[in-house]
């Protein structure tokens, strides 16, 4: 079997022909660090994690570079607003970001690399596009000339002409024509620099992407990333750059995310909608999250609301309670079960289909689904009292297998303090003496606690709420 994915750049799907073989090259597109990150933020921080992670399941050695844009405007008006300079922000914030981010299940990328620390590069990446006539310099400005690459419109599938449609020189502007776009901007008053051969100034957005891509990858990569809102104009001006300098293909395949909508509006700061991360999962499980995201596949939209959330964490559960009931059953399991090819087989079963669903571009929601087809399956082997050792492994095996491969994670649960282990022998024995008040009081007791009890045909249970 091989994986497809859908390529952006040719609006369909395509078996994936790495470069080189066994490997991939992934570039991601980061946030800009200038506040916590948001919902919409996390989507492809997930999305794409989770991309790596099928690839290293099946077998592939990623290498992973995702970017943190910690110098532009938004991070300059910030600094401004908190009266911090602007490399203090950003550090706030990518620890921040870490944080969010780690929570969510994501491992960190095999290079974050930062604006500010490969100024170097990109200052060369420009002076080489202004050698090749791609660029030019206007009032310590330096722009791309965009007509100048044939062609320009190619992710975004859009022609010049129309790309020219509503394309204005803003008063002041210094650009030649209308299209062009910034390379290196100078440095107004009071703004953060860096020295360059056209004066003190800074890069413009796209820039930093291509120069930092071509040191950590090479000039050509497998994979590029990012939302779907990236596709034009960031990405568009990223292959132009890129290609005019290199003259070869700056990425084989162009993966983008959907769009998030809250409580079915546009997720949009001006109409005040959107939910930072950070506030999320200091109310929900960060798990929960990361399943809901998941539980639709990636190039949809996805629309986020508490109500949905809420009722994610309920499947979520149902998946996590099956495990741990396998776990609670694999104590007392032996070897006496004669029908354990049967089962095993059913396993695999679905083992294969997963791969089948993932191998077709990524479809996470049909993973899920499947998983909760094993949790079925492992329900109902529990409740036909069957105890093989090898079936029950094998089950808790596959669980945790791809539970790994979507970046989930079932924790067991903590062990009880001696209040509560008391308690709830308490509560075993006063249901033994037939004494329904006690065993209610103590249920109600330890609900408070936080303690969520279960009584199960192998016994009481218990899990935090």
Request: with cysteine.
């Given at each position: 079997m091989a994986i497809q994915l859908y390529n952006t750049l040719t609006r369909k799907k395509e078996v994936f022909v790495p470069l080189e073989e066994g490997k991939v090259k992934m570039y991601v597109c980061g946030p800009t660090v200038y506040n916590y990150i948001h919902i919409g933020n996390a989507r492809p921080a997930i999305v794409f994690d989770t991309v790596r992670r099928y690839f290293e399941y099946r077998g592939y050695e990623?290498?992973?570079?995702?970017?943190?844009?910690?110098?532009?405007?938004?991070?300059?008006?910030?600094?401004?607003?908190?009266?911090?300079?602007?490399?203090?922000?950003?550090?706030?914030?990518?620890?921040?970001?870490?944080?969010?981010?780690?929570?969510?299940?994501?491992k960190k990328a095999t290079v974050h690399p930062r604006v500010m620390e490969n100024m170097d590069i990109i200052i060369d990446f420009i002076s080489r596009l202004i050698g090749k006539g791609y660029a030019y310099e206007s009032e310590g400005d330096v722009y791309f000339r965009t007509r100048k690459f044939d062609d320009y419109g190619k992710l975004s599938h859009q022609s010049i002409d129309e790309l020219r449609v509503g394309a204005r020189i803003e008063i002041g502007d210094k650009k030649q024509d209308d299209l062009d776009f910034a390379l290196w901007k100078a440095a107004k008053e009071g703004e953060i620099f860096w020295e360059s051969p056209w004066g003190i100034g800074r890069p413009g957005w796209h820039i930093e992407c291509s120069a930092m891509a071509k040191k950590y990858l090479g000039e050509t990569i497998d994979i590029h990333a990012g939302g779907q809102d990236l596709t034009f104009p960031h990405h568009e001006n990223e292959i132009a750059q890129s290609e005019a300098l290199s003259g070869k293909t700056f990425a084989n395949y162009w993966m983008h995310n959907g769009y998030i909508n809250i409580d079915n509006e546009k997720m949009s700061k001006s109409l005040g909608n959107f939910v930072l991360v950070h506030d999320i999962i200091k109310k929900h499980n960060p798990q929960v999250l990361r399943f809901f995201?998941?539980?639709?596949?990636?190039?949809?939209?996805?629309?986020?609301?508490?109500?949905?959330?809420?009722?994610?964490?309920?499947?979520?559960?149902?998946?996590?309670?099956?495990?741990?009931?396998?776990?609670?059953?694999?104590?007392?399991?032996?070897?006496?079960?004669?029908?354990?090819?049967?089962?095993?087989?059913?396993?695999?079963?679905?083992?294969?289909?997963?791969?089948?669903d993932m191998d077709d571009d990524f479809n996470t929601a049909k993973a899920i689904s499947i998983l909760f087809e094993l949790s079925k399956l492992a329900n109902y082997y529990l409740l036909e009292k069957n105890t093989a050792?090898?079936?029950?492994?094998?089950?808790?095996?596959?669980?945790?297998?791809?539970?790994?491969?979507l970046g989930l994670t079932i924790e067991d649960e903590e062990m009880l303090d001696e209040e509560i282990d008391a308690l709830i022998e308490k509560r075993i024995q006063a249901r033994k003496d037939r004494n329904f008040q006690l065993s209610d009081q103590i249920r109600d007791q330890l609900k408070e606690m936080n303690i969520i009890l279960e009584d199960t045909a192998q016994g009481t249970r218990w899990k935090r709420g």
């Open positions: 990623v290498q992973y570079v995702s970017n943190f844009t910690d110098v532009d405007d938004k991070l300059i008006r910030a600094a401004n607003q908190l009266g911090e300079d602007v490399p203090t922000i950003a550090d706030r914030f990518i620890n921040a970001y870490f944080e969010d981010v780690s929570a969510l299940g994501c995201m998941l539980s639709v596949h990636y190039r949809n939209p996805i629309n986020y609301s508490e109500e949905l959330l809420e009722s994610t964490k309920a499947a979520f559960e149902r998946l996590t309670t099956s495990y741990q009931n396998l776990k609670h059953r694999a104590s007392a399991s032996t070897d006496l079960t004669d029908n354990n090819q049967e089962w095993l087989d059913k396993i695999a079963e679905l083992r294969d289909q997963f791969i089948k050792v090898e079936v029950i492994n094998t089950f808790l095996s596959e669980f945790e297998q791809l539970f790994h491969v």
